[in-house]
């Protein structure tokens, strides 16, 4: 390579900097650039000594810009990080209120369960129904205003925020639908005799049970695959990071791990998650 050339490479260094834009940039491109300029620089010779020192000054103070810039764009990609996380908490904290505990809906199992005095009671005004109505209504209060943050904040939120509040939303939904049909059944059914209603109401709710727990299974499975999955890619990029020829790309290599040991510890927390779900589950059918 001469050193026109080099200059060239410098010259489409300079314009792929110029026109970077805020997280729009595919910097390991300009990375690559920068690298192979870096190697050649030792084997160009330029006509004069001072021609060459201006090229170099010129390379130097591109990198320096890059560097800067990639650091403007990572102190913004952690405050909107932060301003993302609070969104989500708030969403979050929404999506628990709006999950009916567990007392409640064996709450409203137990009204049609339990003696023909107490089912008669449960119907009463200021009774269980009305006490259980009232639990319910409040969660679908805090589940309305979920919705409505997340509408709000959609613009500020970072998009796997976005999908983790949407999610957390979206299960409390199908928990409370569920309470609600539940609690619409057991008003019904304490309208009737006890005896009639107590073996179909027993069998519901244990098809209702081994539903959930079906379908936590069927993700636990997911998940177990998905941590095998990325502990394959965590070696794989252990070795590409060992095997490494230049600090640089061993940095790379390093924030890809990094990015991927986060992966497997969400995943980890999800599978905790859901063992923990399949044990209550399983418990109510003892």
């Given at each position: 390579m001469d050193s026109d050339k080099l200059d060239h490479l410098i010259e489409s260094l300079d314009k792929a900097v110029s026109g970077a834009r805020p997280f729009k940039t595919e910097w390991r491109e300009i990375w690559a650039k920068i690298k192979e300029i870096g190697g050649n620089f030792k084997e160009v010779r330029y006509p004069t000594k001072a021609g060459k020192?201006?090229?170099?000054?010129r390379f130097q103070s591109l990198v320096e810009q890059v560097?800067?810039?990639?650091?403007e764009e990572q102190n913004q990609r952690e405050k909107m990080s932060r301003g993302s996380r609070d969104c989500k908490d708030r969403i979050l904290s929404c999506a628990r209120d709006a999950r009916p505990p567990s007392a409640l809906e064996?709450?409203?199992?137990?009204?049609?369960?339990?003696?023909?005095?107490?089912?008669?009671?449960?119907?009463?005004?200021?009774?269980?129904?009305d006490e259980t109505l009232r639990s319910l209504?409040?969660?679908?209060?805090?589940?309305?205003?979920?919705?409505?943050?997340?509408?709000?904040?959609?613009e500020e939120m970072l998009g796997k925020d976005k999908?983790?509040?949407?999610?957390a939303l979206n299960d409390a939904k199908e928990r409370l639908d569920d309470a609600w049909e539940r609690w619409k059944s057991a008003k019904q059914s304490a309208k009737e005799a006890r005896q009639q209603q107590r073996q179909a109401n027993?069998?519901?709710?244990e098809n209702r049970v081994n539903d959930r727990i079906d379908k936590l299974e069927e993700r636990l499975d997911r998940l177990y695959s998905a941590l095998s999955h990325r502990e394959a890619n965590l070696d794989k990029l252990r070795d590409m990071r060992d095997s490494a020829r230049s600090d640089e790309h061993q940095y790379r290599v390093e924030g890809w791990i990094d990015e991927e040991e986060d992966?497997?510890?969400?995943?980890?927390s999800k599978i905790?998650?859901?063992?923990?779900?399949?044990?209550?589950?399983?418990?109510?059918?003892?």
């Open positions: 020192q201006d090229a170099w000054d560097k800067e810039t990639q650091s064996e709450g409203i199992y137990n009204m049609i369960a339990g003696p023909i005095a107490s089912v008669v009671n449960a119907i009463l005004p200021g009774g269980e129904i209504q409040y969660c679908s209060r805090r589940l309305k205003e979920g919705w409505q943050l997340l509408s709000d904040y959609k999908k983790e509040a949407f999610d027993r069998e519901a709710f992966k497997i510890a969400g995943i980890r905790r998650d859901v063992e923990s779900w399949l044990d209550e589950e399983r418990s109510r059918l003892r």
